[in-house]
């Protein structure tokens, strides 16, 4: 009976030991996971702030890059009909597509109304203003809000309970 229980004491330490308690980054040069509090919640009402496993970054990463394919094929096929009406137009189609590895990434993560796990992402192309000598902000703890930016800035929305994702916006030109 002690060697059963021993061993049961041995496999739940083991589990224990090896379930994350923190968020882990894989990049940490291009990741930032923002908890969401009382200066970014008025953005989400009625959420709970959560927290990310190393996985479930993983599976954010792959729906975003999904949807940046989705994306990317929508904004080709729009770009073809445009030069369809506007043969001479100066614009070019890479004005309008999206490179996932080119992009510093901010997750903020959350429980929604209905207790599905949501996970806001804001995407980025460049940090040398907003590194606190600039701006003030800090892009891995205060969530990055632009206007204008053309497709160096972009968000979407990954419901990890349902995986899917929705709302994917990328900013205007000025």
Not at 63 to 89: E, G, R
Not at 148 to 169: I, S
């Amino acid at each position: 009976m002690k060697s059963i229980l021993t061993i049961f004491f041995a496999v739940g330490v083991l589990f224990s030991a090896c379930s994350p308690a923190k968020v882990e980054i894989q990049e940490p040069k291009k990741y930032a996971v923002i908890e969401l509090d009382s200066s970014n919640q008025h953005l989400y009402e009625n959420t709970t702030p959560t927290n990310l496993k190393f996985y479930e970054i993983q599976l954010v990463d792959s729906i975003v890059k999904y949807a940046i394919a989705d994306h990317n094929q929508k904004a080709k096929d729009d770009y073809q009909k445009l030069l369809t009406y506007y043969p001479s137009m100066e614009d070019n189609e890479e004005g309008y597509i999206l490179e996932y590895k080119e992009y510093y990434r901010q997750f903020i993560p959350y429980i929604n109304e209905r207790g599905e796990k949501v996970v806001h992402v804001n995407c980025f192309c460049d940090v040398s203003n907003m590194n606190g000598e600039v701006s003030g902000l800090n892009w891995r703890t205060d969530l990055i809000q632009v206007n204008d930016g053309g497709n160096c800035f972009f968000t979407l929305v990954v419901n990890l309970t349902l995986k899917t994702f929705a709302h994917l916006m990328v900013n205007g030109v000025a």
